[in-house]
């Protein structure tokens, strides 16, 4: 099968080189997507009674078509975990699938996929259970469809220089890449669980102060979140399993506001917990349902799944639809709304 070059984005040049198997043509990318497997994903605890916002749903990306011009599609991801807008406004999405990270432009035409190899191929294996709780569903999705070959892809973010971090989760460990998709920094260490400040256990997500800091919520296993300086020294941690303030049944996602403000999705628990910006607890938003995913809009509002609130916890609205099942979330800046869902989609919604 022949892919049409209208698939391409700009400048692909140069690329194939690139460590992990990075792919500057469409047609390789395709060769793992075009499978069925959708997998029932967690409930992210849309608000039905909210005013539902003005977006409009579209098809996102388009299918990926032939040299003859007819569809070939549709893109059938494996398991979508999580999805980031980079600076420029293209579009990351990380699957669990072959070539596990694929930027699009905003349009939805494919630039480049890459990250064969980068992430565990799944199964929580070597990790005691009593390790990571009682709920044999904690870590469930690792276990996923066929070819489910990068299962440990949880978390895509980018920060403000364009440097795009991965988080692999059974791997416990962070990458840190540069916008062209080289390696320059690693948290944690490679298939070695732990709770010491140099180690994670099935961590989940990242985020960045506007000092530059690091902040990791670790995860499935600790129940921590744990803060480092922009080159990677240990500063300090705060939280344990439990139900209380300042605890975590599971810190799945979180992100930071201008002031510096840290705001945790405890899933399990179904709250968000507000922290300052040395583990200082805030308030708790109660009632969110188990939101998966959170991103912060330039307009000082978060999106807890497909929900959007100030900063203090209210509800703005939501998004039309059924959004139930999105693992993660991420805002372009013009405010267009991407949810990653784990049934194998993107979901793209268009600001009116």
Same mark, same amino acid.
């Given at each position: 099968?022949?892919?049409?070059? &209208?698939?391409?984005?700009? =400048?692909?040049?140069?690329?194939?080189?690139?460590?992990?198997?990075?792919? #500057?043509?469409?047609?390789?990318?395709?060769?793992?997507?075009?499978?069925?497997?959708?997998?029932?994903?967690?409930? +992210?605890?849309?608000?039905?009674?909210?005013?539902?916002?003005?977006?409009?749903?579209?098809?996102?990306?388009?299918?990926? !078509?032939?040299?003859?011009?007819?569809?070939?599609?549709?893109?059938?991801?494996?398991?979508?975990?999580?999805?980031?807008? !980079?600076?420029?406004?293209?579009?990351?999405?990380?699957?669990?699938?072959?070539?596990?990270?694929?930027?699009?432009?905003?349009?939805?035409?494919?630039?480049?996929?890459?990250? =064969?190899?980068?992430?565990?191929?799944?199964?929580?294996?070597?990790?005691?259970?009593?390790?990571?709780?009682?709920?044999?569903?904690?870590?469930?999705?690792?276990?996923?469809?066929?070819?489910?070959?990068?299962?440990?892809?949880?978390?895509?973010?980018? =920060?403000?220089?364009?440097?795009?971090?991965?988080?692999?989760?059974?791997?416990?460990?962070?990458?840190?890449?540069?916008?062209?998709?080289? +390696?320059?920094?690693?948290?944690? &260490?490679?298939?070695?669980? *732990?709770?010491?400040?140099?180690?994670?256990?099935?961590?989940?997500?990242?985020?960045?102060?506007?000092?530059?800091?690091?902040?990791?919520?670790?995860?499935?296993?600790?129940?921590?979140?744990?803060?480092?300086?922009?080159?990677?020294?240990?500063?300090?941690?705060?939280?344990?399993?439990?139900?209380?303030?300042?605890?975590? *049944?599971?810190?799945?996602?979180?992100?930071?506001?201008?002031?510096?403000?840290?705001?945790?999705?405890?899933?399990?628990?179904?709250?968000?917990?507000?922290?300052? /910006? &040395?583990?200082?607890?805030?308030?708790?938003?109660?009632?969110?349902?188990?939101?998966?995913?959170?991103?912060?809009?330039? =307009?000082?509002?978060?999106?807890?799944? *497909?929900?959007?609130?100030?900063?203090? /916890?209210?509800?703005?609205?939501?998004?039309?639809? &059924?959004? #139930?099942?999105?693992?993660?979330?991420?805002?372009?800046?013009? *405010?267009?709304?991407?949810?990653?869902?784990?049934?194998?989609?993107?979901?793209?919604?268009?600001?009116?």
């Amino acid at each position: 099968m022949t892919i049409s070059g &209208t698939l391409l984005g700009t =400048d692909v040049r140069n690329r194939s080189s690139m460590r992990h198997g990075m792919r #500057s043509h469409a047609a390789g990318a395709i060769a793992g997507l075009l499978l069925a497997g959708p997998l029932a994903g967690w409930s +992210e605890g849309q608000q039905p009674n909210a005013p539902v916002l003005p977006y409009r749903l579209v098809d996102w990306p388009p299918p990926p !078509t032939s040299v003859a011009g007819p569809p070939v599609g549709p893109w059938n991801f494996i398991q979508v975990a999580s999805v980031a807008v !980079t600076p420029r406004g293209s579009v990351l999405v990380l699957h669990r699938g072959a070539y596990p990270i694929m930027e699009f432009e905003s349009r939805g035409s494919l630039v480049r996929s890459w990250g =064969d190899g980068l992430f565990s191929e799944g199964k929580v294996g070597g990790i005691p259970q009593t390790a990571w709780a009682d709920d044999k569903s904690r870590y469930s999705a690792v276990y996923g469809p066929a070819g489910c070959t990068s299962c440990g892809a949880h978390s895509v973010r980018v =920060d403000p220089q364009g440097n795009i971090w991965v988080v692999d989760a059974p791997g416990h460990v962070i990458y840190k890449l540069n916008p062209q998709g080289k +390696e320059i920094m690693r948290l944690g &260490t490679k298939d070695r669980p *732990g709770t010491g400040p140099g180690n994670f256990n099935l961590p989940t997500d990242v985020a960045f102060a506007p000092n530059g800091d690091i902040y990791v919520s670790d995860g499935y296993g600790s129940a921590r979140v744990v803060k480092y300086s922009s080159d990677g020294k240990f500063l300090s941690q705060w939280g344990r399993r439990g139900k209380g303030p300042g605890e975590f *049944g599971l810190p799945h996602n979180l992100v930071t506001d201008r002031q510096g403000r840290v705001y945790v999705s405890d899933r399990d628990n179904q709250r968000i917990e507000v922290f300052d /910006g &040395t583990g200082q607890f805030l308030s708790e938003w109660t009632g969110t349902g188990g939101i998966s995913g959170l991103a912060m809009t330039s =307009d000082d509002h978060i999106w807890t799944g *497909g929900t959007l609130r100030d900063l203090d /916890g209210r509800i703005v609205g939501r998004l039309p639809g &059924t959004t #139930s099942g999105a693992h993660g979330v991420a805002v372009a800046g013009g *405010g267009d709304v991407y949810l990653a869902m784990l049934n194998g989609a993107v979901q793209k919604f268009v600001k009116q």
